[in-house]
T-cell receptor
């Protein structure tokens, strides 16, 4: 079956760096997305990786290893507003998006 | 770019009422639109996928006669919850993708539906 695994919850300190891991098992693979979702709001698109390697976008970076079925989202210089759920989603061979349950990130001052 | 507008943002109504939710892509043509449901502290649950001009594809367990989806144009899709009951209370979110092989889904702000 198809499956996405990511930690349920993580805690980090303001100003620090945090890495949110995601492993996936899908029927075929056409890329991996990361979304941010604040409580009570809809998700917003953060990144898309389809090739191996690191994609950097400001304070956020996303990494992909297709051979390992693994991705991570790296958040630097954490701010209180980064407290949110981070959703990992993989695109399978039918271009269907398989969603993870999300990682709730708690930022402490 | 890639703005999706969803309306209304909140609905409170009596049991038995039908509720229509609109999803519009404001600055791009949405070849595919998606409707999700999300319960508190849970992940997104895909309800259906709709392509402009064709019938929606519903996920297993989602009643198509209960949740009517219309995707009449490249910028508008609607979800109608017919004869809503308290168990239909939830956060409903639409998303849309543009043309091209792989496009991220861009989400509307969601509609919080409360059925009394």
């Amino acid at each position: 079956g198809q499956n996405i695994d990511q930690p349920t919850e993580m805690t980090a300190t303001e100003g620090a760096i945090v890495q949110i891991n995601c492993t996936y098992q899908t029927s075929g693979f056409n890329g991996l997305f990361w979304y941010q979702q604040h409580a009570g709001e809809a998700p917003t698109f953060l990144s898309y990786n389809v090739l191996d390697g690191l994609e950097e976008k400001g304070r956020f970076s996303s990494f992909l290893s297709r051979s390992k079925g693994y991705s991570y989202l790296l958040l630097k210089e954490l701010q209180m507003k980064d407290s949110a759920s981070y959703l990992c989603a993989a695109l399978d061979s039918n271009y269907q998006l398989i969603w993870g349950a999300g990682t709730k990130l708690i930022i402490k001052p | 770019g890639a703005v999706v507008s969803q309306h209304p943002s909140r609905v409170i109504c009596k049991s038995g009422t039908s509720v229509k939710i609109e999803c519009r892509s404001l600055d791009f043509q949405a070849t595919t639109m998606f409707w999700y449901r999300q319960f508190p502290k849970k992940s997104l649950m895909l309800m259906a996928t709709s392509n402009e001009g064709s019938k929606a594809t519903y996920e297993q367990g989602v009643e198509k006669d209960k949740f009517l989806i219309n995707h009449a144009s490249l910028t508008l899709s609607t979800l109608t919850v017919t004869s809503a009951h308290p168990e239909d209370s939830s956060f409903y979110i639409c998303s849309a993708t543009g043309t091209g092989e792989v496009q991220p889904q861009h989400f509307g702000d969601g509609t919080r539906l409360s059925i009394l």
